[in-house]
């Protein structure tokens, strides 16, 4: 097995695998949506995430539209909201196992 970086859903998922038969992201979507048709939606969500964190770690959250010296807009608020929702993951995933 490669590398493996835990910020994305497939390998959450296959790790997981090794632990439990369960349909990780199925029971995600349950527990936090109450709707097993959500999964697909919260594992885009965390993608929307780990792109807005690698832009920051990776680009010096620079948009290189707008020329050198200008960043991607960043709310405290957006913020929040992603730690929140990691957070959300995480304790699903936990009372999940």
């Not at 959450?12 to 199925?26: E, F, H, T």
């Not at 995430?49 to 020329?67: E, F, P, S, W, Y």
């Not at 909201?81 to 990691?86: R, T």
Request: charged fraction near 25%; hydrophobic fraction near 45%; proline fraction near 1%.
């Amino acid at each position: 097995m490669g590398e493996l970086i835990f910020q994305i859903q497939d390998n959450i998922d296959d790790v997981i695998k090794y632990m439990s038969n369960k349909k990780l992201w199925d029971e995600v979507a349950i527990k936090i949506s109450g709707n097993v048709k959500q999964a697909n939606q919260i594992k885009q969500q965390l993608i929307l995430i780990v792109v807005c964190r690698n832009k920051i770690a990776h680009q010096a959250d620079i948009d290189r539209t707008l020329g050198l010296g200008n960043r991607w807009p960043m709310h405290e608020l957006l913020v929040g909201n992603a730690i929140d929702y990691i957070e959300q993951v995480v304790e699903s995933i936990h009372h999940i196992l």
